[in-house]
Each structure stands twice: as structure tokens, then as C-alpha cells.
């Protein structure tokens, strides 16, 4: 017969054994290559601490008593993993997108970070899981006992609560020394993972084992066993009773609420294909493990006297047939199951505690001092430990309320229900886009009340809880508010009562008071970024570990650092990690050391989302891209300045430009006027010269000829005075040195004084001038001098250069409000239109007729004396001859 | 036919079989939900008393609906890994 101290034994080799593999994967994890730790099997493997010991122990006796309905447990999440398409694929995506480490932390997201919500799910998580974790030390408690039995009339009779409270100490020690050995920032376990995924192993060919054992070796086959199960008790079963359904529903909800559940399938997944495994792997799991249920149950309620436990019958059952080895595997089996079970859930559940409620409050304490980054890190570790031993101290002090008395069945299901308070926030989280933070609000606290009230507290059996009087007669005899039977609606089952009340007024809440409010910007955000995450995600593909990763790492760091850079940089890593010549594995020091240059470059926020989804496949969350819109921002305002400062360079190279093209053009003028000014004044001096030369040397010159040629001279010599004077006249005007003198004349007195000039006797002269006498009578004040040499000088154009038969000069007046202008038009042919821009140019003579005796200043002077009046002289181009306007103001401006 | 656009009539099949999977994902929880709800409706016991279930016949019925299941979510995991469960428009893939 096994012993007690024999058991004791056994569990802590069975817990070293756990330990130096857990131990083991976290080193080969450190070192960089998950490898098979992050294959779909362990993946489905850790799921199977959904059948905790209540499924190893509680199945077969919930069976016993209710037939068929225990499979109710496990058909629904079998439709929920079958169905992963629709829901879990979309929970994990989510999940890893924006990198959830709880339920709580999933709701809290969802509805823009909300930490009252948190703070909700985590307190209901805890209470709920609180009698989830006593049903495993009660079943542990429970088994111990089995074997201690015999004994028992040796020893005095062992205290059942101090087994429990040893067993809650050690799975607290196990629990802390591998669920915080790190603060990860994804929360991931690898060595926790793995030591789950052996005991799954084990407690399946534990439970196997047994069920091989009973049909075969005690019933005698299966045909045999079929028989059996027609003679039993249990041959009969209420299929339609009211509970089936309710009973799927909630085990396929709890599968998704359950934090233990939710650890294992979202936050410690690490590629959303081993989902694609599990949807069909762990349903596989749950049918080996039903499939010898009834068989065990009806055997034993065949075989072992009436008044035995049928919780125990898979380990009582092999006792009784004396096969010891097979009874420790199937305790072994028991006790993985629990162990794993609460391992899994302490680490959830202090997750969430020490990050939505003692980190909040602690860093609200120390408010205002400064805080170093290890400390927090310190404190959060700290957190962890302290919650995971409180978690597990509830679950003792619950059991020890509960005194162990009720069926492992019925504490199951009173977990159930309380998690499953948060499914109606959750699915509509995911699927709504239209639920808000205050209808989740709502519905988990009327949930969470309902379930407290009408199901948690009376599982405690009348205690000063709440007192049987209540239970019996309501609070304060009001017979409606009877907790299991809320306005007298309550029928004969109390958890169909809870679950109903509870689940509908929650779903009711949230729905209706989240039509009724408005949700703020960010939880719109994140709820576009939930509902639509497989549009603003790309695929599944999970951790690509190794070179992959090293690769893509090294393309992305390239691109931003320079090739030379990120090459000499990964060459240095991969130095420090023994790899020469070989991309460095991407190691945390290593991901940690690239981002931190990277961020050099692009900012931190940026460095991190680009690592972050190149190695961990992790998206960006709102507060990430808001960190990168900002550093965006930077980035953009001081690529606007420089672009700015470059605009400013560019417009002032273009003005130097013109400058330059101006100067040299000036430079260009100057040259062809000096040598325009040579070759006019070179004609004059060498007829003076030919000709002084004559009157010189020739003898004997007639008096008629020395008449002829002295006049030549002296007519040349004033033509070159003339010319001289004008270009004086010229460089005066154009420097702006001019002096006017205004006075007051008439606009008529001055354009007879300008026609005498040019045409002394009008009735002699070939050019007829035509004038408007009425319209020319304009008062003016203006240098009326140098007004009537710009009428001498077009007057006289028009006589030298008119080449009409009968030459005619038309000149109109036009009054304009204060200015005046006076037109002379020619009849004509006019000038060219190449030449017209010319003409005002100095030396700007259209033809050779230098005969003329004008140099072809005069125009060019023209312009500059209208300038220097404030006016303007131009050429009118179009047909019938040369048009020239004049337009000046009536009062000059007096020069300054 | 070019080998163009023959590429892009093997891409527009795969893209097409890749729907239908699709589909029959979401297909497979509404037959579970099905199959398991059925005994409310028709299982009777031998002696045709209401309500009441045989067992062995309703134990024998939901393992085999069990391992149906099973089974064709096997085969359907197995093809959507394979073919791409990737919701992104076909493109990425080799071409085949």
C-alpha cells in the first residue's frame, strides 16, 4: 500500500522533475532559439489546462450523478475551437496586435484604456477564479486522502485543511519562482509553457491509462462496458432537460473568458497558426479525455460500495482492483492537473492585479518623486509575487469556508458564471463597433452583482455571508429578492437562475447603454482598430525567429542608418555573439542595442513599431502611433525650414542671375555705344580734317572755294558741338542730375511755338499739320522748355521721315482726368515692327539718313525728359503710319 | 492564352478555393451547434418516455459527431494554413 510519506515523495520528485524542464526551456528560450518550444503541439498542449482536476476527478463523478450532461463542458469549447474562424483568430490577433497581456488589459483597450474597467475584470477574475482554485486543492486534498486512508487508523486522523494549506504554499513558490522571473514585455512563459504542456501529457495518459484499465481489464471490452452502461443508474438520461444548452453555452464562453484560458491562448500564442492546429487538436484532446468517463462512472457505481465518492472513483476504482502503479499515475494525473491549473491562473490573475491595481495605486502614491526605471521594474516583480501568493491564499481561505463539502461539479460552475460576466464586453468589444466604455461599465458591475448575489455568496451554504434566512425568505423578508429566485422566477436550479439573470441584465446593460453614450475619441480609435484588425494588420505569420528576422532586421536597418553603418553594426553584434561571418541572432540585448540606434535616427517611438514588427510581429497600438505622429511631426517641421531655406537661396541665386544678365547687358551697351560715339564723332573731324588740310596746303584757291570749304568746316564743327551737347544734355537727363524749372503755360501756346520752330512758314513747308485748336487749350505746369523741345523733336521726325507723298501730321490732345496726352500721328509708312521696341535707344537710327543731321539721339531724349517730367512717351504701333503718345500730368510733381 | 494571363486565371482560382475555405470555416461551429443541439429535438428512449435519453445510443451518437468534427476541422486547418488563411488580396503568394 502507498503511504502518505510515499505520496509526499513522489509529488515533490514529480515537482522537481517539472521544474528542471521548466528550468531547461527557459534557458534554451534565453539563448535566442525558441525552436520547438513554440510548436503548435506545446501550444495545444498548454490549452489542456482548461481540464484541470475538475475534469480528471469531477468528470466521472458528475457523470455519476447526471449522465450524460458532463459533456456539456467540453462540447462547448469544442464549437468554439472548431469555430476559431470566426472568433478566436480574431481574439489572438488582436491579442498580439496590440500586445494584451490579460482580459482585463483586452477590455480595458478596447474601450480607450480604461482602467475603472480593468479594475472591474480584474476583481472579477479574481473572485471568480477564487472557488476554481479551492475546487483543485480540494481535489488534491481529496486524493491524498484516498491513500492516507488505511492508514488513518494508525495515525491520528490527518487535518485535511493543513494538506491543502502545504499544497498552496509549494504551488505559490513553483508559481512565483517561474511566472516572475522576468517582467517580458509580451508576458510570455516559455518555462512555465512547457512544464504545462508535459503535464497535459501526463494527465491524459493518466486518465487514459485508468479508462484502458476499465474497460478492458474490469469490464471486459467494450461491448461489455455498452451493456453495463444500459444496466446502470445512469442508463436513463434527461437529454431535453433545460440545461443543456445553458450548460454549452457557458462552457464555450468560459473558454474564451477564463483568465487562465485567455494567458495560454492569446498572450503566451506566438503564431496565429498553431490556432489553425489547436481548432482541431485540442477538441481531439477533450474527446480522449471524456471518452472513458462513463465507463469509470458506471464501473465504479457498479463495483464500489453506495455510499463512496464517485469524484473519486479513477483513483478509488484501481485501488480497489490492487493496482497500485496505475492508481499513483492516475493521482499524478490528478495532481498535474491542478497544479497546472493554478500555476496558470495565479500567473494571469497577478499579472492583471499587480498591473491595474497595485501599479496604478503605488505610482499614484508616489506621485511627484522621482522614479528610476528599475524601480518600477522592482516593484512590479514584487507585485507579482505578492498577488500570486494572495490569489492563492484566497483560493485556501474559500475552501476552508466551503469546508470542502460541495461536489467539484458545482464549484466549476459557479466560476463559470462569474467570468463569464465579461463575455458580452468582449465579443462586443471585438464584433461592435458601436459599444462604449460606460455600456461595458454597466453591464460588468449589474453582472458582476447579479453573480455575487445570486450565486457566489449562497455557495457558501447560509453562512454570515449572507445568512440562510436571506437565502430562504430574501433580505428583509421581501420574498421577490430572494437570491435563487429573483422575482419569483426561479425554478428549480440555481445556477440556470444565475446565469440567466446575471448574463442578461449584463448583455442588456451594455447593449442599451451603449446606444444611449458617446464614446470618446480614443475608444473609437481603438475600437475601429479592434473591430477592423485583419484590415490594419498583415498576415498571421508569427515570430520568425533566426536568420529570417536577422535579415530583414539588417534590410530595414540599411535603409535608415546607411549600408556601411548597419552592416559594420550587425558585424559587431555578431562578433560579441561567437557567430563571425553570420548574421547575430536577433537576442534581446542585441534587438534592444538596434533599436536604440534606429531610434537615433527615426525617434524612439518609430524605432520601436519597426523592430517591433519586424521580430515580435506586433502592431502598433493608438499610443505608439501617437508618439510617431509626433516625432513625424518634428521630423516634417524641420525638413519645412530647410526647404524654406533652400526656397530663400534658390530666389536669391535667381536675382543674382538677373543681375549678372543685367551687368553684362549694360556692359554690352556701354561698348556698342562708345563705339556708336566714335563713328559719329570720327565723320564730322575727318571732313574737318580733309578739308583744314586743303585750306592749308592748296596754292591758289579760288575766293568761292575757300568760302566753300571754310563753311564746311564750321557746319561740321557745329554739327559735332550739336552732338556733344545732346549727349551731355542726355547723360544730365538719364542721371536724373536735370534741373527743371516749372511754370504755369498752356498746353496750345506750346505746341504753336514747337510748330513755328520746326515749320517757319507753314504755307512753304511740304508737311501740313493738322491741329484741334479747341482741345488744345490745357492749362499745364510743367518745365514748358523742355515739353516743347519733345514737340520739336517729333515735329521735326515727322518732317524728315514722313514719306507720304503729300505729307500729313495729325496732333490730338486728350484730357484725362489730371493727366494729359497729346498724339502724333503721320501718315506715313510708319515703323517697321522689328525696329519699333529700338527707336528710344540712343544712336537708335532706323535707316542711313545720317543726311538728316541727327545723331538719333533725339528720341532717346525724348524719353528721358518725359521721365524726369513724370510722364511717358511710346510708340503707338498700328496701321496708317508712325504714332507717337505723349502722356504727362497736368501739375508736375515737384522734384524733391 | 499567354502565360500572363494564365498566371492570373491560376492566381483568380486559388484566390477563389481560398474564399470557399473560408466559407466552410465558418460553416463548421453552425454544424457543431447542430449536432449538438439535435438530441433536444429527436433522441427518445426505448421506452419513448419524454425527454429521456438513452445513454448508450446518445453516448455513441456525440463521440462519432465529436470525431466528425474533429476531423473536418483537421482537413480544414491544414488546407487554410497551406493555402493561406491571409485575408490580404492574392499576389504574395508563389504563383504556382
Request: hydrophobic letters at 50%; glycine letters at 10%; one cysteine or more.
Amino acid at each position: 500500500m502507498v503511504g502518505f510519506d510515499t505520496l509526499v515523495v513522489v509529488c515533490i520528485v514529480y515537482v522537481a522533475f517539472l521544474f528542471i524542464i521548466a528550468f531547461a526551456a527557459e534557458r534554451h528560450a534565453q539563448g535566442g532559439h525558441a525552436g520547438w518550444l513554440r510548436s503548435p503541439v506545446i501550444y495545444t498542449l498548454s490549452l489542456s489546462i482548461y481540464c484541470t482536476a475538475w475534469t480528471f476527478y469531477g468528470a466521472v463523478g458528475y457523470a455519476a450523478r447526471s449522465g450524460l450532461e458532463f459533456l456539456t463542458i467540453y462540447l462547448g469549447p469544442t464549437i468554439v475551437f472548431v469555430g476559431w474562424w470566426w472568433f478566436l483568430r480574431k481574439m489572438v490577433r488582436v491579442g498580439r496586435m496590440q500586445r494584451i497581456t490579460s482580459v482585463a488589459d483586452l477590455i480595458s483597450s478596447r474601450y480607450g484604456k480604461s482602467n475603472l474597467l480593468a479594475v472591474i475584470v480584474t476583481l472579477l477574475a479574481v473572485v471568480g477564479t477564487t472557488p476554481y482554485i479551492a475546487l483543485q486543492l480540494q481535489s488534491v486534498t481529496l486524493s491524498f486522502d484516498v491513500f492516507a486512508a488505511p492508514a488513518a487508523e494508525a495515525w491520528a486522523p490527518r487535518d485535511r485543511t493543513s494538506t491543502a494549506f502545504w499544497v498552496a504554499v509549494g504551488l505559490a513558490l513553483f508559481t512565483v519562482l517561474f511566472g516572475t522571473r522576468s517582467l517580458d514585455a509580451n508576458e510570455q512563459h516559455h518555462g512555465v509553457v512547457t512544464a504545462i504542456a508535459v503535464e497535459a501529457v501526463v494527465k491524459l495518459v493518466a486518465l487514459l491509462a485508468v479508462g484502458v484499465f476499465v474497460v478492458w481489464g474490469v469490464a471486459g471490452g467494450p461491448g461489455a462496458v455498452l451493456d453495463r452502461i444500459d444496466e446502470s443508474a445512469i442508463a436513463q438520461w434527461q437529454g431535453t432537460g433545460g440545461r443543456w444548452v445553458p450548460l454549452i453555452f457557458l462552457s464555450g464562453a468560459a473558454v474564451i473568458c477564463l483568465p487562465r484560458m485567455f494567458q495560454v491562448t492569446v498572450v503566451e500564442n506566438s503564431d496565429e497558426r498553431h490556432l489553425a492546429t489547436a481548432s482541431w487538436a485540442f477538441p481531439l484532446y477533450l474527446l480522449l479525455m471524456s471518452l472513458f468517463v462513463v465507463p469509470i462512472a458506471v464501473i465504479g457505481l457498479a463495483v464500489q460500495p453506495p455510499d463512496a465518492n464517485p469524484d473519486l472513483f479513477v483513483l478509488t476504482l484501481p485501488l480497489a482492483f490492487e493496482r497500485e502503479t496505475l492508481a499513483l499515475l492516475a493521482f499524478l494525473g490528478g495532481f498535474s492537473s491542478a497544479t497546472s491549473m493554478v500555476i496558470v491562473a495565479a500567473i494571469a490573475l497577478s499579472t492583471m492585479v499587480s498591473n491595474h491595481i497595485v501599479m496604478p495605486l503605488w505610482l499614484r502614491m508616489r506621485e511627484g518623486t522621482a522614479t528610476v526605471s528599475g524601480d518600477v521594474r522592482n516593484v512590479a516583480l514584487t507585485a507579482r509575487r505578492l498577488s500570486i501568493g494572495g490569489v492563492l491564499a484566497l483560493g485556501y481561505t474559500y475552501y476552508s469556508f466551503t469546508s470542502g463539502s460541495e461536489a467539484l461539479a458545482a464549484i466549476g460552475l459557479i466560476s463559470f458564471v462569474g467570468v463569464t460576466q465579461a463575455l458580452p464586453a468582449l465579443v462586443g468589444g471585438l464584433f461592435w463597433r458601436g459599444a462604449t466604455r460606460r455600456g461595458a461599465a454597466a453591464g460588468l458591475i449589474a453582472g458582476f452583482a447579479l453573480w455575487l448575489y445570486t450565486l457566489f455568496l449562497p455557495s457558501f451554504g447560509g453562512s454570515w455571508l449572507l445568512p440562510a434566512t436571506i437565502l430562504a425568505d430574501g433580505p428583509f423578508s421581501i420574498h421577490w429578492l430572494r437570491p435563487q429566485a429573483l422575482f419569483g422566477i426561479g425554478g428549480d436550479d440555481p445556477l440556470i437562475h444565475a446565469m440567466g439573470w446575471s448574463l442578461g441584465v449584463n448583455t442588456a446593460l451594455f447593449v442599451v447603454v451603449s446606444l444611449l453614450s458617446f464614446p470618446s475619441p480614443l475608444e473609437r480609435l481603438q475600437g475601429a482598430q479592434f473591430v477592423n484588425v485583419f484590415q490594419h494588420s498583415t498576415g498571421p505569420g508569427g515570430w520568425i525567429g533566426g536568420s529570417a528576422a536577422a535579415e530583414d532586421l539588417l534590410i530595414m536597418s540599411q535603409r535608415l542608418l546607411g549600408a556601411p553603418e548597419a552592416q559594420a553594426l550587425f558585424q559587431a553584434a555578431a562578433h560579441r555573439q561567437g557567430k563571425e561571418g553570420n548574421l547575430p541572432d536577433p537576442t534581446r540585448e542585441f534587438i534592444d542595442l538596434l533599436e536604440r540606434e534606429l531610434s537615433g535616427s527615426v525617434g524612439a517611438a518609430t524605432a520601436h513599431a519597426m523592430v517591433g514588427q519586424i521580430t515580435g510581429g506586433v502592431s502598433v497600438s493608438v499610443e505608439d502611433l501617437l508618439a510617431v505622429a509626433d516625432e513625424t511631426a518634428q521630423i516634417m517641421e524641420y525638413s519645412a525650414q530647410l526647404e524654406a531655406k533652400s526656397k530663400e537661396l534658390a530666389e536669391t541665386a535667381a536675382q543674382l542671375r538677373t543681375a549678372n544678365a543685367m551687368l553684362t547687358q549694360l556692359s554690352v551697351q556701354k561698348d556698342a555705344f562708345l563705339s556708336q560715339i566714335s563713328h559719329e564723332l570720327r565723320t564730322p573731324m575727318s571732313s574737318i580734317r580733309a578739308f583744314s588740310e586743303i585750306l592749308r596746303d592748296t596754292r591758289g584757291l579760288s575766293q568761292e572755294e575757300f568760302q566753300r570749304f571754310s563753311s564746311i568746316i564750321h557746319d561740321e564743327s557745329l554739327r559735332l558741338t550739336r552732338l556733344l551737347d545732346d549727349l551731355l544734355d542726355l547723360s544730365v537727363l538719364e542721371n536724373g542730375q536735370v534741373t527743371l524749372h516749372p511754370e504755369e503755360g498752356n498746353l496750345a501756346d506750346l505746341l504753336d511755338r514747337a510748330v513755328s520752330a520746326v515749320v517757319p512758314e507753314p504755307r512753304d513747308s511740304r508737311l501740313k499739320i493738322r491741329r484741334e485748336p479747341v482741345l488744345e487749350d490745357v492749362p499745364l505746369y510743367t518745365d514748358c522748355d523742355r515739353l516743347r523741345q519733345v514737340f520739336i523733336n517729333l515735329i521735326g521726325n515727322a518732317l524728315k521721315y514722313c514719306d507720304a507723298a503729300e505729307p500729313e501730321l495729325r496732333i490730338k490732345v486728350r484730357v484725362n482726368g489730371t493727366r494729359v496726352a497729346v498724339e502724333f500721328k503721320d501718315n506715313g509708312s510708319g515703323i517697321p515692327e522689328g525696329q519699333q521696341s529700338l527707336i528710344f535707344e540712343k544712336f537708335a537710327r532706323l535707316s542711313d539718313h545720317s543726311a538728316a543731321g541727327s545723331a538719333g539721339l533725339g528720341l532717346a531724349i525724348c524719353r528721358e525728359i518725359m521721365r524726369n517730367l513724370g510722364g511717358s512717351i511710346s510708340y503707338m504701333p498700328g496701321p496708317g503710319g508712325a504714332r507717337f503718345r505723349v502722356s504727362l500730368p497736368r501739375r508736375v510733381a515737384q522734384a524733391a | 492564352m499567354s502565360r500572363r494571363a494564365e498566371h492570373a486565371l491560376l492566381l483568380e482560382q486559388r484566390n477563389y478555393r481560398r474564399r470557399r475555405l473560408h466559407d466552410a470555416a465558418f460553416l463548421l461551429p453552425v454544424l457543431a451547434v447542430l449536432l449538438f443541439l439535435l438530441p433536444l429535438m429527436g433522441f427518445r428512449a426505448e421506452d419513448g418516455s419524454e425527454g429521456v435519453v438513452s445513454t448508450r445510443a446518445a453516448g455513441i451518437y456525440f463521440f462519432a459527431a465529436w470525431a466528425l468534427l474533429v476531423l473536418a476541422a483537421g482537413v480544414l486547418s491544414v488546407r487554410l494554413v497551406r493555402g493561406g488563411g491571409d485575408e490580404r488580396p492574392a499576389g504574395g503568394g508563389d504563383g504556382g
